[in-house]
């Protein structure tokens, strides 16, 4: 499910090691969230949308469209 995850981290040649110390959760961990074995909680997703400048939707292959949303305007 989670394949766009692991292709956004190898096109930046990062490591799963490397995201899984950004999310504060192990390295075994983050393996499952790619695998799709664990669903991944929505404050990793946040921080992933942000990481990689897109949209939670695209990480969850609900839009193909990699831009992120504009913010919100105060």
Request: charged fraction near 30%; proline fraction near 10%.
């Given at each position: 499910m989670f394949t766009r995850i692991r292709a956004l981290r190898e096109d930046k040649d990062w490591t799963q090691k490397y995201i899984a110390d950004l999310l504060k959760v192990?390295?075994?961990t983050?393996?499952?969230y790619e695998s799709g074995e664990l669903d991944l909680?929505?404050?990793s997703l946040i921080?992933?949308?942000d990481?990689?400048?897109t949209s939670i939707d695209y990480l969850l292959n609900r839009?193909?469209?990699k831009e992120p949303y504009p913010?919100?305007?105060k």
């Open positions: 192990s390295q075994t983050y393996s499952r909680p929505t404050s921080k992933l949308a990481l990689h400048q839009t193909d469209r913010p919100k305007k």
